[in-house]
């Protein structure tokens, strides 16, 4: 409930009884590797929950919070392997 409060923007529900954050991340975006560009240009902070990948970015930063603004969001699919138990996720839109 805490992530979906800090995000602002059209974004999907993030509170749902099955939805579980995994990870968050800082990853930086290159759009191209030949363009000189200023460091932290293109930060991205993102969200991975055991069905969905949010990529943000930092909107505000103050001393006690952080505020994001929603970019994008890719839902992920279960994939199970019959030999092996495990529950595998594959991004079902390229980034």
């Not at 990853?27 to 191209?32: G, H, V």
């Not at 055991?50 to 994008?72: A, G, P």
């Amino acid at each position: 409930m805490k992530v979906q409060a800090t995000i602002v923007g059209k974004k999907p529900n993030l509170v749902l009884p099955h939805r579980r954050l995994v990870c968050y991340c800082r990853l930086y975006e290159i759009p191209d590797i030949h363009k000189k560009e200023r460091p932290g240009v293109h930060q991205r902070e993102v969200f991975l929950f055991n069905d969905l990948l949010v990529i943000t970015k930092i909107l505000s930063k103050k001393k006690s919070s952080v505020t994001y603004t929603f970019r994008n969001s890719y839902p992920l699919l279960p994939i199970w392997n019959t030999s092996k138990p495990t529950c595998r996720l594959k991004v079902t839109s390229n980034i």
